[in-house]
């Protein structure tokens, strides 16, 4: 399975982005994609999760209210809006998925992940 997170870019505060992580390599037997992110110095942490059926959805308090997941199950593709960037919000984006099944609680730790794609750069300057 290969992941192809893109969608990252240079943007100035209260800007939207939209990610996007394409999973491919017959991905069959997934049950959740997951965003984290990573800012320079830190470690990284959970952003949103969503199960591919759609029945669990969750987002880190950093982010709630400010961003959408979803997902294209034809394409095989997870998005990740996110509305009113903040500076804060500057890391590395990495989109991953798990073929494990379990509760929302569990997604929202990296090591429910089976998969990590490459990153995609979020830069938001004031």
């Known amino acids: 399975v290969q992941l192809q997170a893109s969608g990252g870019g240079l943007v100035q505060a209260g800007s939207s982005l939209r990610l996007s992580c394409s999973a491919s390599?017959?991905?069959?037997?997934?049950?959740?994609m997951g965003w984290f992110r990573q800012a320079p110095g830190k470690e990284r942490e959970f952003v949103a999760a969503?199960?591919?059926?759609?029945?669990?959805?969750e987002y880190a308090e950093s982010i709630k209210g400010r961003s959408t997941i979803s997902g294209d199950n034809a394409k095989n593709t997870v998005y990740l809006q996110v509305n009113s960037l903040k500076p804060s919000d500057t890391a590395v984006y990495y989109c991953a998925i798990s073929f494990s099944k379990a509760g929302s609680n569990y997604y929202m730790m990296p090591s429910a992940y089976d998969y990590w794609g490459q990153g995609t750069e979020v830069t938001v300057f004031s």
């Open positions: 969503l199960s591919w059926s759609g029945s669990i959805t």
């Open positions: 390599g017959r991905p069959f037997g997934r049950w959740a």
